[in-house]
């Protein structure tokens, strides 16, 4: 078969030799050159620092504990090609180890990538993101990375379509086992295999990092072991080998020399190799830590940071990472303290807030995770009430689906995840929700840009239409920890109350945000399906939702210092919308409407208010702000993209002043 006539993007191999090298011995005895584990580690540890001082997070245990796999796979796949990419795919599924692979190919020089590159990632200057994008990246990463498990199935695909093309290559598609968790990852376990067998695939090697280990801690401690599933891969019809030193560099190298070779010989099985590794691996305090250090356990400016390096390099720090460590720490800003500045807290606060105190009123509440319950805000139930949950694993369609089950026993679930898993892995479950009369209610934070650092992979753009039409379910879009308060005993209360009476309850998904907003608003009411008019003006109508209602804020206190006066919503129920609230105001207001969401604006909140507007006869002009039509990347900041996106308040202060 003839394939279209695509270009790869992707970097040659680098020419030079590692600026930091290490040797280790071939099968054969021959010496090889590979990148120095231990710097891949430092240069981690040190972009990281860049990352959080510029205000976003970053990952460093996965990286850790990829770093020698990721140092043999790349010497491997470069020394034995002229042009690395015509004779491997390699596809990266464990999105959290992104940062470890820019680390080793700055050291290795490829793509020309240098130290001082890997300073600015995660910024919104930089093409090194937060977990590995091909749309902005074209050079390093040929498959975006990000969903766990989702890698996987894509890199069966170029396997399948090497086949059918003829080409001689091989597929290396390295797994975590958190993202082994994932259903996606499962199918792939059983269809690769059964799929070679009938001479569907060309050669594919599994790589998988087994630290048991996810965000939140053990794996075989808080949901159960991933030792069956990896076991099970032999009887699947991999030939499967455990190793159990996954640090031994040397021991790596030869076993890929081994299982690449056997694989180039046609055999008629793939490989998969499990490798026992360590989250956090080089620094003691992230080795025992029950999450492996899976953020960045330092704080900007930390001055533990010498220490932390030079314990990577168990004491022989090179005077290159001294230095750079020492710039970092010399470049602290003085603190300034602002004491009538108003504390700002995450939204997620209010949601456990009122879960406890739900479940002290004898509500059946039970909360259903997928591994994100220190991010969604959940954890704080969860503590307060450890029989009233559980965790299901890096598993977001297995979570939403099992909360349907508990419903129809009679509890009241909660579902916890990131907005951009729970529409796209979650859609379906939700929909079966509706049909099988098993309500859920849902807490999906990390809407839109403001899971910045992450990049375009984590950043739900779609959320608000990806669930609203879906029939008896409810949107609510939080802005801040008092009325995620306030609706979720709203939520819960109703939901108990029409179920004792016989009926079925809509199901409610919450979306907020990640970063820190303002726990209240002032005129804020809290009455079911109202919209909520912060501020009264007449010149105009500026209606936001969730994250964008502090913009919404800004801009009109902004205006007026200009003389100007506005009207500000609050539009919380997205696909509910008060169209009697907002259209009184627009006749208030000479009928010019401004919209802003962090969404994308075809389909998104605008779309829904207006066209509920004008069915309803209400005239108005309307500008409406947010993502029109880009996919996001990382930066430190939300407030980055929003104001490259122009939906910040400087953006509807000029929406205001051009709308007629």
């Known amino acids: 078969m ?31 050159t590979l990148g120095d584990p231990k710097v891949t580690r430092a240069l981690v540890a040190l972009m990281n620092q860049h990352a959080v001082i510029g205000g976003a997070a970053a990952h460093w245990g996965g990286p850790a504990a990829f770093a020698e796999i990721m140092s043999a796979l790349h010497g491997y796949m470069f020394k034995h090609s002229t042009t690395w990419y015509e004779k491997y795919n390699f596809v990266n599924d464990a999105g959290h180890a992104e940062n470890g692979i820019y680390a080793l190919r700055a050291n290795l020089g490829f793509d020309n990538l240098t130290f001082d590159d890997l300073k600015k990632f995660r910024s919104i200057e930089s093409k090194l993101t937060g977990h590995g994008e091909a749309h902005l990246n074209p050079e390093g990463v040929f ?91 032999e009887e699947l019809g991999w030939d499967y080998k455990y190793i159990e030193n996954g640090h031994d560099l040397q021991a790596i190298y030869q076993e890929l020399e081994k299982s690449i070779a056997k694989l180039e010989s046609s055999p008629d099985k793939p490989i998969a190799l499990v490798f026992k590794t360590v989250k956090g691996f080089g620094v003691n305090s992230t080795e025992q830590a029950a999450s492996g250090g899976h953020g960045y356990p330092l704080k900007p400016y930390d001055s533990a940071l010498n220490q932390f390096i030079n314990e990577i390099f168990n004491g022989s720090t090179p005077e290159e990472f001294s230095n750079w460590a020492n710039e970092i720490l010399s470049n602290k800003p003085q603190e300034e303290s602002n004491s009538n500045e108003i504390k700002k807290e995450k939204v997620q606060v209010g949601f456990s807030q009122a879960l406890n105190e739900l479940a002290k009123e004898g509500l059946p509440v039970v909360s259903i995770s997928a591994d994100l319950q220190g991010s969604t805000g959940v954890a704080g139930f969860q503590k307060e009430n450890n029989k009233n949950y559980i965790d299901i694993g890096v598993a977001e369609s297995n979570m939403i689906s099992s909360a ?63 669930l609203s039409s879906i029939p008896n379910v409810d949107i609510i879009s939080c802005s801040c920890s008092k009325e995620a308060y306030e609706l ?25 945000g990640r970063e820190t907003f303002l726990p209240e608003h002032s005129n804020q009411t809290y009455d079911w399906n109202k919209a909520q008019v912060l501020r009264q003006g007449s010149e105009g109508v500026i209606v936001a939702t969730g994250p964008t209602v502090e913009i919404a804020l800004e801009a009109a206190n902004e205006l007026e210092k200009q003389g100007r006066d506005v009207t500000v919503i609050n539009n919380i129920f997205v696909n509910r919308p008060d169209t009697e609230t907002i259209g009184e105001q627009l006749n208030k207001n000479n009928g010019k409407l401004i919209t802003i969401e962090d969404h994308q604006i075809l389909c998104g909140m ?49 929406a205001f002043k051009t709308i007629s």
């Not at 020419?15 to 071939?26: G, L």
């Not at 951009?420 to 309500?439: D, R």
Request: glycine residues 10%; charged residues 15%; aromatic residues 8%.
């Open 404 to 466: 349907i089950g508990m419903a129809k026993q009679g509890l009241i679930p909660i579902v916890d995840t990131f907005a951009q898993f729970g529409i796209t892995k979650g859609n379906l479950p939700i929909i079966m929700a509706s049909l099988s009369q098993g309500p859920i209610i849902g807490l999906f934070s990390h809407t839109g840009f403001q899971d910045a650092a992450d990049g375009a992979s984590h950043q739900a753009t779609t959320y608000f239409s990806a």
């Open 143 to 233: 498959i975006s990375n990000g969903p766990l498990g989702s890698g996987l199935p894509q890199a069966q695909g170029l396997a399948m379509a090497d086949k059918l093309i003829g080409n001689e290559r091989t597929t290396i598609c390295v797994v975590s086992d958190g993202a082994s968790m994932e259903g996606e990852a499962k199918e792939s376990f059983a269809a690769i295999p059964g799929l070679y067998k009938k001479g569907k695939l060309n050669p594919f090697l599994l790589i998988i990092s087994d630290n048991n280990t996810k965000l939140s801690g053990r794996i075989d401690q808080d949901s159960f072991s991933m030792s069956p599933t990896f076991e099970s891969l």
């Open 606 to 654: 605008g779309s829904m208010l207006s066209h509920s507007l004008s069915t309803k006869g209400y005239n108005f002009v309307i500008k409406s702000l947010g993502n029109n039509g880009k996919f996001g990347q990382s930066a430190y900041k939300a407030n980055h993209l929003y104001a490259l996106h122009k939906f910040d308040a400087t953006s509807v202060i000029e």
């Open 488 to 512: 979720m005993k709203q939520t819960v209360r109703s939901y108990a109350n029409l179920v004792e009476s016989g009926k079925t309850p809509n199901s409610t998904i919450f979306f907020y």
């Open 2 to 32: 003839k394939p279209l006539n695509t270009t790869k993007k992707l970097a040659p191999n680098p020419t030079d030799a590692p600026k930091y090298p290490t040797e280790i011995n071939s099968i054969s005895g021959d010496k090889i």
